[in-house]
């Protein structure tokens, strides 16, 4: 068996890791790099203080703070006149996984004349674009490591998956202090979306040895601190330890792909506007329940990693205890339902078979252990609206 493994060229790892992004980006030859981020983490100094340590490496940086959350394409004009008018050679994505999809979109339409809707599944692109460097702020989309973006088409409400080597960053820093003022919801959405990345890469059609070592070992470490950073947002531990395993299950699905999960969660997404590891984890239960028998031995191996089940304990058994650690994972952080969440029963009802077949249209779900029918799909919608 012959498999692809794409990976950063560089990485920075460990708290205080942020003080060398100027070092960084020289030795992959940015100088003028755009440090694209959120007013949030401008508004706190932390946009300023990299462009500092850009500064004293050498570089001439400009800041962009305006992405927006779940980034649109026409979010993407402004941030892309001033990465023209900077002249700019590189781009950084600095916060959490919308100003890095924000990014790597950017790296792309720079140095192309086609609006980012053709760049979406199943084109995969590996053409010219501007370096990219990540810089992670939160635990759990593991963007910093993949080669894809998530744009929303304003005009369809689609959120577009767009893969290809060219939206790969050159370079990650993974820099934990970043991730200790993450509030309650946020570390648990992105906590569960980062078990997802974990969980879907291992049962994926795509998995292999190189991605199964990395997903095992994320997902061991999630189901291990995820609590204890949502309950205690000062375990220093746990955040680090969340940050770390985000980035392998970022590496496991950035080679092996995801899956049903994520086929399904994008739409909600789209057209709902929930924050994307939100709609993973309002999933993820319900899709491994109908996806497990047709991998009982993948899911077992899962709930084995996440200490549920030992070497004795029998494939289905096993299974069946990842299904209900994951009702009881999101029930302990809280996820709620589409309809806890306010999402109107009318208004879910009527785009449910838009959403269905948006989902297949991604290709996610070929990768799935059971490909589902759209009306298995409108199924698990309405299965987890309640």
Request: charged fraction near 20%; include cysteine; charge should be negative.
């Amino acid at each position: 068996m012959i498999y692809n493994v794409t990976l950063p060229r560089h990485s920075k790892i460990g708290s205080g890791a942020s003080e060398e992004l100027g070092t960084l980006c020289a030795q992959v030859g940015i100088d003028r790099p755009v440090l694209i981020t959120d007013r949030y983490l401008a508004r706190a100094g932390q946009a300023e203080r990299l462009a500092t340590i850009l500064r004293a490496a050498g570089c001439t940086p400009a800041v962009f703070s305006d992405t927006v959350p779940d980034p649109t394409s026409s979010s993407l004009q402004p941030a892309l006149n001033a990465l023209r008018s900077h002249n700019a050679d590189g781009v950084i994505g600095f916060g959490g996984g919308s100003p890095m999809d924000t990014a790597k979109a950017l790296a792309v339409l720079a140095v192309s004349e086609d609006a980012i809707n053709a760049f979406k599944a199943p084109r995969s692109y590996s053409g010219p674009a501007l370096p990219i460097v990540a810089v992670p702020t939160t635990a759990g989309s593991g963007s910093e490591a993949t080669q894809f973006t998530v744009i929303t088409d304003d005009t369809t409400d689609e959120k577009m998956l767009c893969p290809g080597l060219s939206f790969l960053p050159v370079a990650t820093v993974v820099d934990f202090d970043l991730a200790m003022s993450m509030p309650a919801r946020l570390t648990a959405d992105t906590g569960v979306d980062a078990l997802t990345h974990a969980i879907e890469s291992y049962v994926s059609r795509r998995a292999n040895p190189f991605t199964d070592g990395l997903a095992l070992t994320a997902m061991r470490s999630i189901d291990a601190h995820l609590r204890r950073a949502y309950t205690d947002p000062d375990d220093r531990r746990a955040r680090e330890a969340m940050m770390l395993a985000s980035m392998q299950a970022g590496m496991a699905f950035s080679n092996a792909s995801v899956a049903l999960v994520h086929g399904m969660s994008r739409p909600i997404g789209g057209h709902f506007h929930v924050a994307h590891g939100l709609s993973n984890a309002m999933l993820l239960p319900a899709v491994t329940r109908y996806s497990a028998a047709a991998a009982t031995d993948r899911y077992a191996d899962c709930a084995r990693a996440m200490a549920l089940a030992d070497e004795a304990t029998p494939d289905v058994k096993a299974a069946g205890a990842l299904v209900d650690e994951l009702d009881t994972l999101c029930n302990d952080v809280a996820v709620p339902s589409p309809a806890q969440y306010g999402i109107p029963n009318d208004d879910w009802d009527t785009r449910l078979e838009v959403m269905a077949q948006q989902a297949l249209a991604s290709g996610s779900p070929a990768n799935n252990p059971r490909i589902p029918q759209i009306d298995e799909v409108i199924e698990l919608y309405q299965t987890i609206y309640v």
